[in-house]
């Protein structure tokens, strides 16, 4: 018996060390799970009453537009006197990726102003827009912090949560964190976060934060990375990035000072005061994917309505106190935007569009957001100066171009910025004309199509516009390449396949892929369909490569046949008699000097008004056309029809055999009147 | 006097010696001809045989002269520049050469006679010449502190709600610069004057002298040069706006006169400041005139005239010691 109960004990100790040490192994096995797979996993019990709302509230559609990944529903309020946001967000994922996950990357945006962020490193090297850093200041701080993550049915993760910097390894960065779960979360289910986070704006950098009075809401919440081509990609934030986020719903609560005016993403749902001086307003969003706001006690409110092709869109205008003059400028030019991309590209289906005239001095001005954009201004502009339509315009824009067609804005910058600026050069010209959309002020003008080359060629061989946009040499050459190089190369593009057929493989593209991700070769190969061309010769040399292209009239030169001949008679008469019975031998000479190979047409015109029309394949270094006629040449020009925008030098296109120097003394004579009052300027004050 | 008399009769000095005029607008065109000679070949080298320079004839394309500009062929814009400066600079040396001709000229009540004008500007070049380089390092000093008073001022209203604050403040700045430093013109103008038409070697005396009457005549000297240069403001903007308005953007004749006309013009109202120092100098700064009594006038009594003698004969005399000037 004795031993009986001896050997029972044993046995029970036995038992129970063993499910013990069972238990301690899955304790530590579960964080370092192995590779997720398809193995099914039985559904947590909160996953059944999980799901993404189909809410159309904010769309002109009865049914919603995109496939929805995410529900953000965020409760915030925000401390105007320390420019601070304490939220709390609950997201709800669907995982569509056909793989269970068992860890999930966010954007931590605001985490990227400080001193030893990978932003603030990029910007000290490749130059800025905004902020130089060249001496730290407090106020450039911003932060983002997660005081705790809980994912449901698994609890409080907060302690799982790890900084990553997927880009450089850079330790200091924390712009990217990684949350990995107790149980990986099968696909096809959802799973939802309950986070409470911190965010302290800085003041205005890179289109967010704060100045004065004013705040800017953007990149500002916990924003999950977007599973795309079999993997997360979720990139740290760089001086030169933009963002890329999954479509979804969007739920949230605005606590602000009473005295705030407010604009944001989406449709108002409600606006109530509470007791302690602050008011609470509810926004909401569908099939968008990201959500901004602004707060300004001083803003001016206008608002009407634009009768879209699939209803009617609340247009909201804030506007500064000093530039309330020009809200009809504003009005005016998102109007006549609308009705162009709605009629080339296709309709625009939200129901808002919020326009912010931010604070002056900020740097806040000329960002897009869902259904929410930034303009510019400065209260003395004169209508010739158009900088207010180009900005509106161009984020506008973007509500097509990283709006709807949701491209990577960390690896395809140009997909975003160089396709809406190609739109934005059309859409100008087709409403403040070709040769004056930027200026017509004074007599002195200048072009959108002008701008972007110009802003193309003072970077051109640089980057080629298929980089990620952190991994362009500087900061110029980014904006070089994914502005004004990808404007110019369409423009480009378009000479070649003809306008109308541009425009269409324009809308065949936007209406396919519209709230989708498309990648570089989905926008290429649009255009090769639509065109029914192979154009992988251009996209070789244009998207892929960096060569530049540079055709010049190397030279033009005529003499008599018979040179040789002696003369006679009267020099007088036999010249009249030889300007029309002469005839002359003529060369044209025409050189590639760019690596950029190219057809183009030459077009050599003689002294007798006749025009000779030419076609050259660029294969070779250089080409020769001769002539026998009876006249000399009197010019040649190069692209006669102007269909080529990537050309680096226009001037050499063309030669003019007779000088003609009206130009230089045109503007010698500006020159010079402009150092003769500097000279009085001088005596004026000086004895 | 008033502000009206003394705009008038500067006026009138410059009236009267137009020609002045005419030699310093020849001066400043042909100074700027050199001085723009290098843009001018450059543009000629580029532009002359190219179709796109059709572009910045019919109208001005930002665009294509931005392109222009940027062209390694068409060098750094300080090789343009640079000589233009260097012109100009000489042009306000040429300026202070002649400027105790001019002043010369505008005291005095009939034409002067070349020579004289010369003279006076080789006479007092090295006066003038040291008056620059007082008023210069006062110019200077002042103009400095201002603009960085002005400048602390502007930032410090960025931070105001008010976008137009700092504006406001910038303009109301430039006003308060604008008005010192044209007291400090209108002091160094009448000193230089006062060097010229008292003949001061000693020009601390003459600036001395016309820091008294600049300040205490302030704000008549002050109202007549401010009146003045509204006046040469108002030609500016009037001659810009006639060239935009008339002038179409082929004629480069039209710009040419146009522009020489309005340049003509804006030499005047610097010469009229100058002419309203030499009228206040003559009036108030003139060294005072003994105080001499009227002369009672004396009757004329005929007197019988004596008969006058007979001329004495030729003698040798013996020679006549000279005569001594009394020192003084």
Known sequence: MKIRWRMIAVLVICAISLIALTLRKNATAAPQSPAPSNATVPLLPADQFLSIPDTTLAINSTTPLSQRIVHYAIDAKYDASKHTVDATEVLTYHNLTGQSLDHFPFHLYQNAFQPNATFVRDAKLMGTRDTGYEKWEAKYYGSENIKSIEVVGQGDLTRNLQFVAPDDNNKDDKTVVDLRLARPIPAGTFVQFKIAFQTNFPETQARSGWKRDFVLGGQWFPKVGVWWHGAWNCHQYHNTTEFFADFGVYDVKLTIPQNEVVGASGVEVSNVNNSDGTKTVTYHGDDIHDFAWTVSPRYRVHESTYQAQMGPIQLRFLMQPAHWDQVERHERITRETLDRFEKWYGPYPYKTLTVVDPEPGSAAGGMEYPTFITGETEWWLPDGLHDVEGVVEHEFGHQYWYGMVATNEFEDAWMDEGINSYTEVKVLDSILGQNTSVRNFAGATYGERGEQRDFYIGAADLDPMAKNAFGYVNSFSYGSVTYGKTASVLLTLEGIIGEETMTRAMQTYFMKYRFTHPAKEDFLKTIEEVSGKDLRWYFNQAVYGTQVLDYEVLGANSYPTNWFEEKKDDPKKEKSAKDKSTVYQSYVTVHRKGDFVMPIDVEVKFDNDEKVREHWDGQSRWTRFSYVKKAKVASVEIDPDHIIHIDRDNFNDSLVVDPNPKATHKLSTYWLFVTQWMSQAMAWWAV | ?328
């Open chain 2, 1 to 328: 006097m008033t502000n009206k008399g003394l705009l008038s009769s500067g006026l009138a000095r410059v009236a009267h010696n137009k020609r002045y005029i005419f030699w310093f607008w020849l001066l400043n065109l042909t100074l700027a001809e050199f001085g723009t000679a290098a843009f001018r070949r450059s543009a000629h080298a580029i532009l002359d045989h190219r179709l796109l320079a059709e572009r910045l004839v019919k109208g001005f394309d930002w665009g294509i002269f931005g392109n222009l500009l940027a062209k390694p062929e068409f060098g750094s814009m300080n090789s343009k520049t640079t000589p233009a400066l260097y012109f100009g600079f000489t042009f306000l040396l040429a300026t202070a050469l002649f400027l105790p001709g001019i002043f010369a000229g505008y005291a005095s009540n009939y034409r002067l006679p070349r020579e004289e004008f010369f003279r006076a500007c080789g006479r007092n070049l090295w006066r003038f010449i040291r008056i620059m380089i007082v008023a210069g390092i006062l110019m200077g000093i002042i103009a400095g502190l201002l603009f960085n008073a002005n400048g602390a001022i502007v930032k410090k209203a960025d931070d105001s709600t008010n976008e137009k604050l700092s504006f406001e403040l910038q303009m109301i700045g430039l006003g308060v610069i604008f008005l010192v430093m044209t007291i400090l013109r209108i002091w160094f103008d009448l000193a230089e004057v006062d060097t010229v038409l008292n003949d001061q070697s000693a020009v601390r005396k003459s600036i001395a002298a016309a820091f008294h009457h600049t300040f205490r005549s302030l704000a008549r000297l002050l109202g007549s040069y401010v009146v003045v240069t509204i006046v040469a403001a108002l030609l500016l903007v009037g001659g810009l706006w006639i060239w935009m308005k008339f002038v179409s953007p082929e004629s480069v004749y039209g710009a040419f006169v146009v522009a020489q006309i309005t340049l003509l013009l804006l030499l005047i109202p610097r010469f009229w400041q100058r002419g309203i120092a030499v009228s206040y100098w003559q009036m108030r700064m003139l060294a005072p005139v003994i105080a001499v009594p009227p002369v009672e006038p004396i009757p004329v009594l005929s007197v019988a005239t004596p008969p006058v003698p007979e001329p004495a004969p030729v003698v040798s005399s013996p020679s006549i010691p000279p005569t001594e000037t009394p020192q003084s």
